[in-house]
């Protein structure tokens, strides 16, 4: 018998998996995928590592988060520097100094703080009623135009006036010539991919993918002292009180033979509604790729249903009360530990995923020691 099944080898699994197998556990790591990784897998095509779940740029200010993973493998330097294209003109991203001398043709910050006051004063909005009017009382008329509106809804699939103001709970604007789009302290990615992280996260324990926890749950339930479950929180409990809703995503790769180097850019988002897909990816650019062809992967939002994967929660009130009620039922069920995006029904970035697994990993070897 195991001491640890794990469903879900993604980051949350496997470091949990890691942790446990150090400290002398026996643990078997199930996917119902064919692959490790869960959605920061990366596949190798004509030797460039595709991000396959959208991009995922690690970054973290915390330290021993950092040695952590590069204990696993060496990250390389990748700063996230996004372009957004609208109209055919591109501007820089996050908001910046580059940003505004792209929009407006001016050098000094004071400038650019004079622009966005007389435009969100010229927009008369105090009390913001939805999207629309929050995004454009913080950062007025142009940028809202120009970078957020249509890429925003092509995200939600709704116009921004139909959508709620806590959406956006600030909008960053950065008055200096910093295309960073992160300021945290370490930032990179793996290199070779984050498959090799993964890999080097299961060495040495036993994995079987193709497996769906739900396929075969009387006999997974009976081959270990405890479970660790990483997948939907709402099917665990077989929907029995409602699904939780999710937006999905769809993605196009294609493979260019033809050319070398196709946007000069790792991330290319696309802010004009009438564009289908959210951003461009070319992939090798993530690694500094000096390959003789290409890779790309057109992004588009979609709704969700059971078909489709589910990637980012929708936190209004209805869903978060019907995760809250999943959760008091989770934390009755003694010999099972939720954990993870989709467990939890709550957005991590990957440093938090690998930080939330090790203290759970870490409480659970003090609670061994103790009996």
């Known amino acids: 018998m195991y001491d640890y099944l794990i469903v879900g080898s993604g980051l949350f699994g496997a470091v949990f998996a890691r942790q446990m197998a150090d400290a002398g556990k026996k643990c078997l790591v199930i996917d119902k995928r064919a692959h490790i990784g869960g959605n920061v897998y990366t596949e190798n095509i004509a030797g460039i590592n595709v991000h396959k779940y959208g991009a995922h740029i690690f970054h973290t200010n915390d330290k021993p988060i950092w040695d952590y993973v590069n204990a696993f493998v060496e990250f390389n330097r990748y700063t996230n520097s996004p372009l957004a294209m609208y109209n055919g003109k591109l501007y820089n991203m996050p908001f910046n100094m580059n940003t505004f001398y792209q929009m407006w043709g001016v050098t000094k910050p004071d400038e650019v703080k004079k622009i966005i006051a007389k435009q969100i004063k010229a927009s008369g909005i105090t009390t913001p009623q939805n999207l629309e009017e929050q995004a454009i009382s913080m950062v007025g008329t142009d940028i809202f135009k120009y970078l957020i509106k249509g890429y925003t809804e092509k995200q939600w699939g709704r116009d921004c006036k139909d959508l709620p103001a806590f959406i956006i709970k600030r909008l960053p604007l950065r008055f200096t010539y910093d295309n960073n789009y992160f300021n945290d302290k370490y930032q990179g990615i793996p290199i070779g991919g984050y498959t090799k992280l993964v890999e080097g996260l299961l060495e040495g324990i036993?994995?079987?993918?193709?497996?769906?926890?739900?396929?075969?749950?009387?006999?997974?339930?009976?081959?270990?002292?405890?479970?660790?479950?990483?997948?939907?929180?709402?099917?665990?409990?077989?929907?029995?009180?409602?699904?939780?809703?999710?937006?999905?995503?769809?993605?196009?790769?294609?493979?260019?033979?033809?050319?070398n180097n196709f946007q000069g850019n790792a991330v290319v988002n696309y802010t004009n509604r009438e564009v289908p897909?959210?951003?461009?990816?070319?992939?090798?650019?993530?690694?500094?790729?000096?390959?003789?062809?290409?890779?790309?992967?057109?992004?588009?939002?979609?709704?969700?249903?059971?078909?489709?994967?589910?990637?980012?929660?929708?936190?209004?009130?209805?869903?978060?009360?019907?995760?809250?009620?999943?959760?008091?039922?989770?934390?009755?069920?003694?010999?099972?530990?939720?954990?993870?995006?989709?467990?939890?029904?709550?957005?991590?970035?990957?440093?938090?995923?690998?930080?939330?697994?090790?203290?759970?990993?870490?409480?659970?070897?003090?609670?061994?020691w103790l009996k």
Not at 280 to 285: A, D, R, S, Y
Not at 306 to 334: C, F, H, T
Request: hydrophobic share 30%; aromatic share 16%; with cysteine.
């Open 206 to 259: 036993e994995v079987r993918l193709s497996q769906d926890y739900f396929d075969q749950r009387d006999f997974f339930n009976t081959c270990a002292k405890r479970i660790v479950y990483s997948g939907k929180i709402d099917e665990f409990f077989n929907y029995d009180e409602g699904y939780l809703e999710y937006r999905s995503l769809r993605f196009e790769t294609t493979h260019l033979e033809d050319t």
């Open 277 to 368: 897909y959210t951003r461009i990816l070319e992939h090798k650019h993530f690694e500094f790729g000096m390959q003789p062809t290409t890779v790309i992967t057109k992004e588009f939002s979609q709704e969700w249903d059971s078909n489709n994967e589910p990637y980012y929660p929708i936190n209004d009130l209805k869903n978060e009360q019907l995760a809250s009620n999943y959760k008091k039922r989770a934390a009755a069920i003694p010999n099972v530990i939720f954990g993870g995006r989709l467990a939890e029904y709550r957005y991590y970035d990957m440093h938090q995923i690998v930080a939330q697994s090790l203290k759970i990993s870490k409480d659970e070897i003090s609670k061994q």
